[in-house]
């Protein structure tokens, strides 16, 4: 029994596939912490159980002041589950925080081919419209 399977085991929580049964409030509060259990999701092959942690390590990071930490956190998240709208959204509004905005136009880029490809219209049109705001690119 690794160190996963034991913090779940004492939460009482069961994250299983697909982020299933991921109670917030049941898991850590040290984004440390979570970002570990996510590597260990990840390293046993569950990408998405992976990706709702890393999410949720990603919010206590920005939650702690810790932009950077939160975007290299949210960047690898993205490589576990390119298809989860939520990480890249998280992802652009992080970069318009730290102010980097040709890094937001390309969370917002691929955020917007991710409801494209779910058809929805008006999401694809918010994006759009925050993508205008941003201005000109290089």
């Known amino acids: 029994m690794g160190f996963l399977d034991a913090l779940l085991k004492k939460s009482g929580s069961s994250i299983g596939r697909g982020g ?55 960047k690898s998240a993205a490589q576990w589950d390119a298809t989860r709208a939520e990480t890249f959204e998280l992802l652009a509004q992080t970069y318009l925080e730290m102010k980097l905005k040709e890094d937001a136009r390309g969370a917002f880029l691929a955020l917007k081919k991710i409801y494209l490809a779910e058809k929805k219209g008006d999401d694809v049109r918010r994006i759009e419209a925050k993508i205008a705001e941003l201005g000109p690119g290089r």
């Open 20 to 74: 299933e049964g991921v109670d917030p409030d049941s898991l850590p509060k040290d984004p440390k912490t979570l970002q570990e259990l996510a590597f260990q999701k990840k390293a046993k092959g569950d990408a998405i159980g992976a990706t709702s942690l890393a999410l949720e390590a990603a919010k206590a990071h920005k939650a702690a002041g810790f932009n950077q930490k939160a975007v290299a956190v949210l």
